[in-house]
């Protein structure tokens, strides 16, 4: 009995360290990021795809994504806090029920996953622009680059997870 308490305490010990890792992540990748026309594109939504099909917990995909947004914004350009909390938050859930549906995480699941995460933050964006610049015209302005953002989330997440390995050394780490 004392094995199996231990591991469990091993276990979740593991997976705060994991959700911490991937939040100070996702804030660091909202400090900054790169110029295009126009605007910029931050690549947190990597970060944010990659520990939803990465960790089993919607719970911690949550903190990752919409925690780890909401303090990234709130350090560094506060107006959108609450949309990424949402946005991000709603994304990197659908991502992890999507990618963990059938019990192991397989690439079909997780493509559907972060494609529906993807426009879930295209659409939550859009909107919470609207909302809070009290305009759709700067929401309909901003789409292209929010597009961009998704896809360029969506297949680095996938591309770290399955053909950079990161799924099975991940896998491996967390037996141990």
Not at 122 to 128: C, I, N
Request: charged share 10%; glycine share 10%; with cysteine.
């Amino acid at each position: 009995m004392a094995n199996i308490s231990t591991n469990k305490r091993n276990n979740a010990t593991w997976a705060i360290c994991m959700t911490a890792l991937f939040m100070a992540l996702n804030i660091l990748m909202s400090s900054f990021g790169m110029p295009v026309p126009g605007g910029r594109l931050y690549l947190n939504d990597v970060i944010i795809c990659t520990a939803a099909i990465l960790l089993p917990s919607a719970k911690a995909a949550f903190i990752v994504g919409g925690v780890g947004a909401f303090l990234g914004d709130l350090f560094f350009y506060p107006t959108p806090m609450f949309v990424s909390l949402a946005t991000h938050g709603l994304q990197a859930v659908v991502i992890c029920k999507l990618a963990h549906r059938d019990g192991t995480v397989t690439l079909k699941n997780a493509a559907w996953g972060v494609f529906l995460g993807a426009i879930i933050m295209v659409v939550g964006y859009s909107l919470g622009r609207a909302f809070i610049y009290s305009t759709p015209y700067y929401a309909y302005l901003k789409l292209p680059y929010q597009v961009l953002q998704a896809a360029v989330g969506a297949v680095g997440g996938l591309l770290l997870c399955f053909k950079g390995g990161l799924l099975n050394t991940f896998g491996k780490m967390q037996e141990k």
